[in-house]
């Protein structure tokens, strides 16, 4: 008796997860920013809970005199919340062959990507102009003196021909100097109050030979009259711009840190988004194309993600 060969045999078991390899990776990469993230936020959150004054109080910055514009926030949290759900209808309109949808879907995307990060870069902006910026924040007001007659000094090694170009510019320069030695010596004295700074600043800057220089180099000047702007709007004693601020520097390393690696993510959703949109444009895209663009969701989700943990924690939140 012949045995006849079974051709309906089940096929060999593969083993693996149902999954594709390029959403594994992707899921496996995640994790590792996961890892990242919570580092950072939470580094940030012990930072924040140990910064206290001489009675024990808390005393991170307030979102006033650090220039935290909650509004900025709340429409950048909208503005990535708004993209994940369009990168979710660009997947389902690109597997269902609606590819022009789809595209249409990814440009939007694209363009609240380049809205986020403009908004931040009008947040950065207020940092900047105040020179709000690691490192650079006097944190007491013996640094803001400190830190204001220093600025004089740099303003005074400037060329001659920064002052004048008759060939009276040393002149002019030996001048600024003789002030800020005299600024020096009061300093080393311990007998120059913040008080007595600012009317030296603003002396310094409404003299015409050197005032225009003083006025550019000088951050007490401008956050002086920034100050004066404020007491004009708000009728208010306690004016938010600041000539020092408490823990400063911790606050704006952790602020830029965070909010730094955040937006370069973005920058790269940005270019992970590019490819599909450029194909999309030139080619057009194909029902193949939805695998990318799921797994470029994936990434764009935890973008977002993360964005909803930082903006209440900077933000919003008093602890």
Same mark, same amino acid.
């Given at each position: 008796m012949s045995h006849s060969s079974h051709t309906d045999a089940a096929p060999p078991l593969k083993m693996g997860l149902k999954l594709p390899n390029s959403k594994l990776c992707m899921w496996l990469f995640l994790g590792t920013e996961i890892m990242f993230f919570t580092a950072l936020i939470g580094t940030y959150i012990v930072l924040r809970l140990s910064s206290i004054d001489v009675e024990g109080n808390r005393a991170w910055p307030t979102n006033e005199v650090t220039h935290i514009i909650t509004s900025a926030g709340a429409i950048n949290t909208f503005v990535l919340i708004l993209s994940s759900w369009l990168v979710v209808v660009a997947h389902e309109r690109v597997a269902l062959g609606q590819f022009r949808n789809g595209l249409v879907a990814l440009l939007?995307?694209?363009?609240?990507?380049?809205?986020?990060?403009?908004?931040?870069?009008?947040? @950065?902006?207020?940092?900047?102009?105040?020179?709000?910026?690691?490192?650079?924040?006097? /944190?007491?007001?013996?640094?803001? =003196?400190?830190?204001? &007659?220093?600025?004089?000094?740099? &303003?005074?090694?400037?060329?001659?021909?920064?002052?004048?170009?008759?060939?009276?510019?040393?002149?002019?320069?030996?001048?600024?100097?003789? /002030?800020?030695?005299?600024? $020096?010596?009061?300093?080393?004295? /311990?007998?120059?109050? =913040?008080? $007595?700074?600012?009317?030296?600043?603003l002396k310094l800057a409404n003299d $015409?030979?050197?005032? $225009?220089?003083?006025?550019?180099?000088?951050?007490?000047?401008?956050?002086?009259?920034?100050?004066?702007?404020?007491?004009?709007?708000?009728?208010?004693?306690?004016?938010?711009?600041? @000539?020092?601020?408490? @823990?400063?520097?911790?606050?704006?390393?952790?602020?830029?840190?965070?909010?730094?690696?955040?937006?370069?993510?973005?920058?790269?959703g940005l270019i992970i988004f590019y490819f599909p949109i450029k194909k999309g444009l030139t080619k057009g895209l194909e029902e193949a194309d939805a695998q990318y663009i799921e797994n470029a969701g994936l990434y764009w989700h935890f973008v977002d993600l993360v964005w909803i943990f930082l903006f209440p924690l900077i933000y919003i939140v008093q602890f």
């Open positions: 939007l995307v694209f363009v609240c990507a380049v809205l986020f990060l403009g908004i931040k870069g009008y947040e @950065y902006s207020g940092k900047i102009n105040h020179d709000i910026l690691p490192g650079r924040i006097p /944190e007491t007001r013996q640094q803001a =003196i400190q830190k204001a &007659v220093n600025e004089i000094g740099v &303003v005074a090694t400037l060329d001659a021909s920064d002052f004048a170009t008759d060939g009276s510019g040393s002149e002019i320069k030996k001048a600024l100097k003789d /002030e800020h030695d005299k600024l $020096e010596t009061l300093l080393r004295q /311990e007998k120059l109050t =913040i008080e $007595e700074t600012e009317r030296q600043v $015409e030979r050197f005032g $225009e220089q003083i006025k550019s180099g000088v951050r007490m000047y401008f956050i002086h009259t920034v100050r004066e702007q404020e007491k004009a709007d708000t009728n208010s004693d306690h004016p938010h711009s600041q @000539y020092h601020i408490p @823990y400063g520097n911790l606050f704006a390393s952790c602020y830029f840190t965070m909010t730094g690696f955040h937006a370069i993510h973005v920058i790269v």
